[in-house]
């Protein structure tokens, strides 16, 4: 990480948060992370991206470790609003697990828990995100259960975790290429959900 | 673990020529060599991530000089796979050991949950999204681990003459993997929410099967 302008004191004046500018800059940062790996994410590659000159990153951001931690902040708060959504839904069961495999941005969540191992202030956030997102997984699904006055020998919090797991893995191998026993998981686990929330 | 993959291709001049390998005599002491790179190589990936993996950097953490890390691996990406070619050969082992013990769903289940290398594992995921030779060395890596476990499975579940249900092999090798990787790099990172309950679900449905068939993803008590 390209930390130039961070021994600077730190009253000058920054570009406002959710600005167009820090918004484009964000987009950058996750393009870049997506397509070319945490390695290549520094201020110019995003100046780059976006078109703008390097020193006015380092007006929206102190350092380009404050430009990660709020890239990661928006991707999660965005995800949190799908997961409410899903979650008040007639069969919320059905739907996070959707969410969870139609969704889940497997290069993106790879690049973050990498960058979590090296970079303290954002591991703060990936944890507060994953704890916040399974919670609300939990709740929802433990109401889903109870009203479907089914059970099994799985709480719903072990469910909630073999299904985030068996999702992320599936993302990921895909993306690897490898499919072996895919199908037949995903349909273990979706006539499972069908005992609860029945069509 | 054979030497063969991380040969040099072609025999240069070492860059001193106490270096120089003469296969037979000089075996060990090349090995030992390739170790102590392999080493570093890993220690640099974990602490600093893998784009600080270069000949320099790895050198200095080897105590070596770099054209000597440059003389057993000629591109960076040679080192990388090396690195994790050695990895998935230990794994493959641990692997084997493990296909033979009699709690074949135990012991499959801790092959699968060992926190060993997970940070390691983790730069090699981030690397194979953009890196196609670790994309495919990974895919061929996850391909064979698999196999291994469906054809033990398997042959566990005919010998004792044991039913496929809840779950036949192939499913169940995916499922108890993604699980169980899903919880290690989650503890690597800090995160316990959950785990512990589904740990217990998971053991207790591991023991009991196929006793228990209404077990993990059994018939639900209406």
């Not at chain 1, 495999?101 to 507060?128: C, G, K, Q, W, Y």
Request: proline fraction near 4%.
């Amino acid at each position: 990480m390209d930390m130039d302008a961070e021994d600077k004191p730190t009253e000058r004046r920054m570009g406002p948060a959710g600005s167009d500018n820090w918004h484009a800059m964000l987009d950058g940062a996750e393009y870049i992370l997506r397509e070319q790996g945490y390695a290549c994410l520094t201020s110019r590659a995003v100046a780059e991206r976006i078109g703008v000159k390097q020193r006015l990153v380092y007006y929206y951001f102190r350092t380009m470790d404050e430009l990660i931690v709020e890239t990661f902040r928006r991707l999660a708060s965005r995800e949190l609003v799908r997961l409410r959504v899903a979650c008040q839904s007639d069969r919320p069961m059905h739907d996070i697990w959707d969410i969870c495999t139609h969704s889940t941005d497997a290069r993106l969540i790879t690049e973050f828990m990498a960058l979590a191992n090296h970079l303290p202030p954002l591991r703060v956030h990936v944890i507060a995100y994953i704890e916040d997102a399974r919670l609300l997984q939990i709740e929802a699904v433990t109401a889903a259960m109870n009203r479907s006055g089914t059970s099994t020998h799985l709480t719903s919090d072990s469910l909630v975790l073999l299904a985030t797991g068996a999702a992320l893995l599936l993302a990921r191998e895909g993306q690897l290429g490898v499919s072996m026993g895919h199908q037949q998981l995903e349909s273990a686990i979706t006539d499972l959900l069908a005992r609860f929330e029945p069509a | 673990m054979s030497d063969l993959p991380n040969a040099p291709r072609k025999k240069r001049a070492a860059p001193k020529p106490s270096a120089k390998p003469k296969a037979r005599r000089f075996g060990t002491e090349q090995s030992s060599t390739r170790t102590v790179i392999l080493d570093a190589a890993e220690k640099v990936i974990i602490e600093e991530g893998y784009a600080a993996v270069t000949t320099r950097r790895i050198a200095e953490r080897a105590g070596i000089k770099a054209p000597l890390v440059h003389y057993y691996y000629k591109t960076i990406d040679d080192l990388l796979t090396a690195v994790y070619r050695r990895g998935a050969e230990q794994s493959l082992q641990r692997h084997a050991e493990a296909m033979s013990r009699g709690d074949l769903l135990r012991a499959l289940w801790e092959v699968n949950a060992d926190p060993e290398r997970t940070a390691l594992a983790i730069e090699f995921m981030a690397m194979a999204n953009h890196r196609k030779f670790i994309r495919e060395e990974i895919a061929r890596y996850a391909e064979q681990i698999r196999a291994i476990q469906v054809v033990a499975l398997t042959r566990h579940f005919r010998e004792r003459e044991l039913p496929e249900k809840p779950f036949a092999a192939l499913p169940l090798t995916v499922m108890l993997a993604s699980v169980a990787r899903s919880l290690v790099m989650e503890d690597g990172v800090g995160i316990h929410l959950g785990h512990s309950e589904t740990r217990q679900a998971i053991e207790a449905f591991l023991d009991s099967y196929p006793g228990d068939l209404t077990g993990l993803f059994g018939d639900p008590v209406t």
